[in-house]
């Protein structure tokens, strides 16, 4: 199996790291799943992309 080495700013560890917890896996498995997504190949792979993660819309808090 090939060895991928990725050097990270001290920030960029941080962030790994809490993006990691929130999806409740270790740094290397999110980072593994992220290599593994499918790639965007047009705006609307983005839009669908972003309207599967926004959840339920009933359950956001409008702003006034």
């Known amino acids: 199996m090939p060895i991928l080495t990725v ?28 290599i593994r997504e499918e790639p965007f190949i047009t705006g609307a792979d983005v839009l669908a992309d972003a309207a599967r993660r926004m959840g339920d819309s009933r359950l956001r808090i409008s702003r006034k």
């Open 7 to 34: 050097r990270l700013t001290a920030e960029e560890e941080r962030l790994l790291a809490k993006r990691s917890r929130g999806a409740g896996m270790k740094k290397a498995t999110f980072v593994r799943q992220l």
